[in-house]
């Protein structure tokens, strides 16, 4: 009786430490938020599963790779997922309604759009608490025009996804590459 117990212990602990998802992702440091693009998912290897830990990732509506590439007159989508993969609730603290941000640079790191540079937020400090095991997905569209509404020229571009709220240790921004090409 004792070893059938022991075994649905290490069967439920193996159930614990493999957090849904899916996919091919890497097996993140405990205790270490990381980003990857394309690929929600926690999987973790052994019993070793952190109390504490958001996981970011970014899909640009392809398939992820080094590079995604979009042509003229075809939007960006920007699925921004945060991801609780530990044990316990994690509580942010945001200054406004904004939960996130996203920024697309130039090649040479220059700021070409910023999603939140014509919104405007409720000043009120709210709360958010990520329960465990669960996420959220924000979602926008990039029409590919710069934060002057230009089109934006065919090049290289990083898109960048971040949470606004404290703690926001744990939490750094999450990126992929694209291209423009006539």
């Known amino acids: 009786m004792r070893a059938?117990?022991?075994l649905l212990a290490l069967a439920a602990g193996a159930l614990l430490a493999a957090c849904g998802g899916g996919g091919a992702a890497?097996?993140?440091?405990p205790w270490v938020a990381e980003g990857t693009p394309g690929q929600g998912g926690c999987n973790f290897i052994g019993l070793n599963q952190p109390k504490r830990m958001l996981w970011p990732s970014i899909y640009l509506g392809k398939p992820a790779g080094a590079l995604v590439r979009f042509h003229d007159g075809e939007p960006v989508p920007i699925s921004?997922?945060?991801e609780n993969c530990g044990t316990e609730p994690?509580?942010?603290t945001?200054?406004?309604s904004q939960r996130y941000e996203i920024v697309v640079e130039d090649d040479d790191g220059n700021e070409v759009w910023r999603w939140s540079r014509d919104k405007l937020f409720t000043q009120a400090i709210t709360e958010e608490e990520f329960e465990s095991?669960?996420?959220?997905?924000y979602f926008e569209l990039w029409d590919k025009r710069d934060n002057e509404g230009n089109p934006a020229p065919s090049g290289r571009y990083t898109v960048t996804a971040t949470?606004?709220?404290e703690p926001g240790e744990g939490v750094g921004g999450v990126s992929q590459s694209i291209a423009i090409s006539p």
């Not at 095991?133 to 997905?137: I, R």
Request: aromatic content about 20%; overall charge positive; hydrophobic content about 45%.
């Open 80 to 82: 921004f997922q945060v």
């Open 94 to 96: 945001y200054a406004s």
């Open 4 to 6: 059938w117990t022991v």
């Open 26 to 29: 890497p097996t993140p440091t």
């Open 90 to 92: 994690v509580r942010f």
């Open 133 to 137: 095991f669960t996420s959220v997905t």
């Open 163 to 165: 949470l606004v709220g």
